[in-house]
């Protein structure tokens, strides 16, 4: 038999005990599989079977250890809602380590850290569905993410709000550094393990750094660039994350912590996807302007690096900019225009207004404009408008825009943007409540659509369809 994961290398744990704590995994009793993402499979060349085999499902629940891993739990800080939090670290989440295709490995869920604090290192299986799906459904979208090969359940009870059961998450990705990691030693004032890390980061991951004048002023710079990138992506897909503090932030610019994220119903906004959050202060549009201020702690701990106040905030001049120019190139291929105008921004905030104050449904609204702009028929777009006449108006003004256009090569764009599947919550719970119930079949369904989401997937228009009255009442909270 091969062996499940091949050779290991381990360049995190090589930065030594400082930076983590060694300790295995705590079992769950009779575990069974939840679901499996073959892509993620594949990503990490897995055996053909391997899912048949019974050390994969005692591996990825934390039952055994694979030979040549080497499990640690990171310490990292952070800020949370704005108020530094002080040390926080994985607290339920265990690094195997890493493949020898660069991939880490770990897993979310399996059992008390010395930075659990007051937590029981347990994930639920709520939870852990949403986060499986969700990582799965980011990539397929092409949004930077870390991803999540396997959900394994356990009925260990896990007490929450009410009792639930216990689950893991095997999470996928290069690197699950954050930004905490580094206010972690700065704030601590261990400069000689922030170096050490900002050169683990540079070396492994941002190599190009070497050559420039101040690597880390470059290294802060290219974080602002790609977290620009993301939350250009983020805000044109609708996407809320909800927890967007420092210690959720990843510093390779990938979507990390799926926790009480939601893609918009009805456009908001303003929406608040946290119950939690009650000053909103991680509402929808808040989002670009909160990861600013995330890198502003950022550069803060790197100071010491950098050694220039002003170098460091140079390094965050570009946040803006590349966050507009990539927002507007988003937009752009939402609405099928094959080149820049003058026009643009004035038709993308026209659009946002009026989307927002006839709270039309985001994913809906963009896939109807895809097939009326193939079809030549706006009807079913002016139809999610209350007021007609805004809408023609503004349509007046899209109209000209894309004549410039081919038009089959707009519509083709526009359907290759806009998906057609996103994971709405109501759509999580009722993979949620079947999974409770030892059926995984509706998890199965929804991971086969999100993972072509712009398919069309003739026979699941219901999975494409308004989300039910219900689906307003979901309540999610950091509660995971
Ligand atoms: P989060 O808001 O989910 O990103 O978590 C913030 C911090 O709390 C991280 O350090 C987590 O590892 C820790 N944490 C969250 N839930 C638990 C839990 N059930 N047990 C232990 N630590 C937890
Ligand atoms: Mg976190």
Excluded at 144 to 167: D, F, K, N
Excluded at 221 to 250: I, K, Y
Excluded at 332 to 347: C, H, I, N, P, V
């Amino acid at each position: 038999m091969p062996p499940l994961l091949g050779d290991w290398r381990h360049g995190f744990a090589a930065l030594g005990p400082s930076f983590f704590t060694e300790l295995p995994p705590t079992p769950l009793p009779s575990p069974h599989w939840v679901g499996v993402s073959g892509a993620v499979a594949a990503l990490l060349d897995l055996p053909s079977g391997w899912q048949q085999r019974a050390d994969a499902l005692q591996v990825f629940t934390g039952n055994a250890l694979p030979p040549g891993s080497q499990p640690l739990a990171s310490v990292y800080s952070g800020h949370q809602f704005g108020v530094w939090a002080g040390q926080l670290g994985d607290g339920r989440a265990i690094l195997l380590g890493e493949t020898a295709g660069g991939q880490e490995i770990q897993l979310k869920g399996c059992g008390r850290t010395p930075y659990s604090r007051m937590g029981d290192g347990r994930a639920v299986l709520r939870s852990s569905i949403r986060e499986f799906l969700c990582s799965e459904a980011m990539a397929a979208l092409a949004i930077p993410t870390t991803r999540a090969l396997c959900v394994t359940g356990s009925p260990q009870p896990v007490a929450r709000e009410e009792l639930e059961t216990a689950a893991v998450v095997t999470r996928v990705a290069p690197s699950f550094i954050r930004f905490g990691h580094f206010e972690h030693f700065a704030a601590r004032g261990q400069e000689v393990e922030l170096r050490q890390l900002a050169d683990y980061v540079i070396d492994r991951y941002y190599p190009a750094c070497r050559g420039a004048a101040n690597p880390y002023a470059r290294l802060l710079q290219l974080v602002s660039e790609r977290t620009a990138a993301l939350l250009a992506q983020w805000q044109a897909v609708g996407f809320c994350h909800g927890v967007m503090n420092t210690d959720n932030m990843s510093i390779l610019g990938l979507t990390i912590d799926y926790g009480p994220f939601q893609f918009l119903d009805a456009f908001d906004p303003n929406h608040i996807c946290n119950h939690s959050d009650h000053l909103g202060r991680y509402a929808f549009n808040r989002q670009p302007g909160v990861a600013y201020w995330n890198l502003l702690c950022l550069a803060k701990a790197l100071l010491p690096l950098i050694r220039d106040v002003e170098q460091a905030q140079a390094a965050l001049d570009d946040y803006e900019p590349v966050f507009v120019e990539q927002f507007m190139a988003r937009m752009r291929a939402k609405l099928g225009l094959l080149r820049t105008s003058a026009g643009d921004e004035t038709l993308v905030d026209g659009l946002q207004q009026l989307l927002a104050a006839g709270r039309v449904d985001y994913t809906i609204f963009w896939r109807r404009l895809s097939h009326a702009v193939a079809r030549g028929d706006f009807e079913p777009v002016r139809d999610m408008f209350a007021d007609r006449a805004a809408f023609d108006a503004w349509l007046l003004s899209y109209k000209e825009l894309l004549a410039r256009d081919d038009k089959a090569l707009s519509a083709d764009l526009m359907l290759k943007t806009n998906p057609r599947f996103v994971l709405r919550n109501h759509l999580a719970e009722q993979a949620i409540s079947a999974a409770k119930l030892g059926d995984f079949s509706e998890l199965q369904t929804l991971q086969t659509l999100l993972a072509r989401p712009f398919d069309e997937h003739p026979g699941f228009e219901a999975y494409a369809d308004f989300p039910p009255d219900w689906a307003s009442t979901i309540s999610i909270s950091c509660s995971s």
